[in-house]
């Protein structure tokens, strides 16, 4: 179809232009929720208004010089590379990432994307069958799926097991679902979790591996977050389900090259009809990710004890910054575990329930738009991922500091606290608990 132009009126269409009908299923899809706070916190800011961050989760520190020097001497690499990706490439992340997570990789294979955000997505699209969802989780699953036409099966989680599935609540999800006709073939797991910034530990992995086996689900382990854990090293449950288990992960979070977009999926050798689907969606829409972030990125799995002490050093300061905000929502009388991992937490504040009621603030999108109008925090509503709609639930994200900065502090106090860490480095952070703690309290 072609769109018509009004040659006689410079640049005007004309009234009787074609109307595209947009797919009804991507008609009712929204604008991702994340970005759409970060460009409105930008244009409120923008603006003059004091506003502060917690709606977004992008790890604020600056680029490694040595991941720069790489990017910098492969900027002529300007051809199209495999659409799996760059050899070495996949190779030398392999290695690592089943190293760090604690699986035997052997006949194992790596492809690279633009992001894992693309890649879950052609993993979504490459495998038939609807997607078992565990509420809450990340953003984009549910819209991926919709996308697709895929129905989504919601698993609602507990705070008392961590807001994570567990083996019972997974195999009762699955047996409802295949009782109602539906036909569950894909689990997307994420852990450290985004929103919840708790972990499946190895035990309970072990427990959900058994009930995956048993029905045969592919799981797709989202490990993004797997170099970004406070206390325990990360296990992922390709150590327990190799068979069923396509890890997805890459340099967005650890090292904090989000807009480099470079993302791994990890996937077991009898899955490679799932691998050459991935190819194929890769080469008929983004071909392969950029070629010298691919040259450059060789340079993130070496092992570089520089490198390898800068993650170190932002892990740590993220288990610091977040546990001053999950400190601080405990402090004002809300009931959240320990943290495991990321840089958020998703406590629920249906503890002030009445008094919020009482300001016609009955859901957690109102709970999100009354805070950042009245108190300038800006944070995501509960619904954002798949939380219903009367809980009272929010995710905070502990992301507004100056990484520069808080590596220089960090580097000169070594031994702070969290406590002093945020109060010496992390100003927006301390306000915005503080904003949060009188909103509530008020
Ligand atoms: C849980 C989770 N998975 C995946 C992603 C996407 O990461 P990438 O930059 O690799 O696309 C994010 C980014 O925010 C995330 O939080």
């Not at 009004?6 to 994340?34: C, E």
């Not at 490694?64 to 070495?88: C, S, T, V, W």
């Not at 991926?144 to 698993?155: E, I, N, S, T």
């Not at 985004?194 to 190895?202: D, W």
């Amino acid at each position: 179809m072609s769109i018509a132009r009004d040659g006689q009126k410079k640049g005007g269409w004309k009234t009787d232009a074609p109307v595209f009908t947009i797919r009804a299923n991507v008609a009712r899809m929204k604008f991702s929720p994340t970005l759409a706070m970060n460009e409105r916190v930008g244009r409120a800011r923008g603006e003059g208004r004091d506003i502060l961050h917690m709606g977004f989760g992008e790890s604020p520190f600056p680029v490694h010089p040595l991941i720069r020097e790489a990017l910098a001497e492969h900027a002529d690499k300007n051809m199209y590379l495999p659409a799996a990706g760059l050899e070495p490439l996949r190779a030398a992340a392999l290695g690592y990432f089943a190293d760090k997570f604690g699986f035997d990789a052997s006949g194992f294979s790596a492809v690279v994307g633009p992001g894992s955000k693309a890649l879950i997505y052609a993993l979504q699209a490459a495998v038939e069958g609807d997607l078992l969802h565990p509420v809450p989780s990340w953003v984009s699953y549910a819209p991926q799926a919709g996308l697709l036409a895929d129905a989504v099966v919601p698993v609602r989680t507990r705070l008392a097991d961590r807001l994570h599935l567990t083996a019972s609540s997974l195999d009762e999800a699955v047996t409802n679902a295949q009782r109602e006709g539906r036909h569950p073939t894909k689990l997307i797991l994420n852990y450290p979790n985004n929103p919840s910034g708790l972990a499946l530990k190895a035990e309970r992995l072990k427990d959900i591996a058994a009930v995956c086996r048993e029905h045969g689900l592919l799981v797709i382990s989202d490990e993004i977050y797997g170099l970004v854990t406070y206390a325990e090293d990360h296990v992922s449950i390709a150590r327990f389900y190799p068979e069923g288990t396509i890890v997805t992960t890459g340099l967005s979070k650890h090292l904090s090259l989000g807009g480099y977009r470079l993302g791994v999926a990890l996937v077991p050798p009898n899955g490679k009809a799932v691998l050459d689907a991935v190819r194929r969606i890769a080469s008929e829409t983004w071909s392969c990710a950029p070629a010298p972030i691919q040259y450059a990125a060789v340079k993130a799995f070496e092992r570089d004890p520089r490198l390898e002490a800068h993650i170190a050093a932002c892990t740590r300061i993220h288990s610091l910054v977040s546990r001053f905000v999950r400190d601080a929502v405990v402090e004002m009388g809300v009931e959240y575990p320990e943290l495991d991992g990321a840089f958020y937490c998703f406590p629920d504040f249906g503890v002030f329930r009445k008094k919020l009621e009482a300001q016609g603030v009955t859901t957690s999108e109102r709970l999100a738009e009354h805070l950042l109008e009245k108190a300038g925090v800006a944070t995501l509503p509960g619904t954002a991922f798949g939380d219903e709609p009367g809980n009272l639930t929010l995710r905070l994200s502990a992301c507004d500091f100056d990484g520069e900065a808080a590596l220089a502090w960090h580097a000169e106090h070594p031994d702070a606290g969290s406590e002093a860490f945020v109060r010496g480095c992390c100003p927006n952070v301390a306000r915005a608990c503080e904003r949060l703690g009188e909103y509530f309290r008020e």
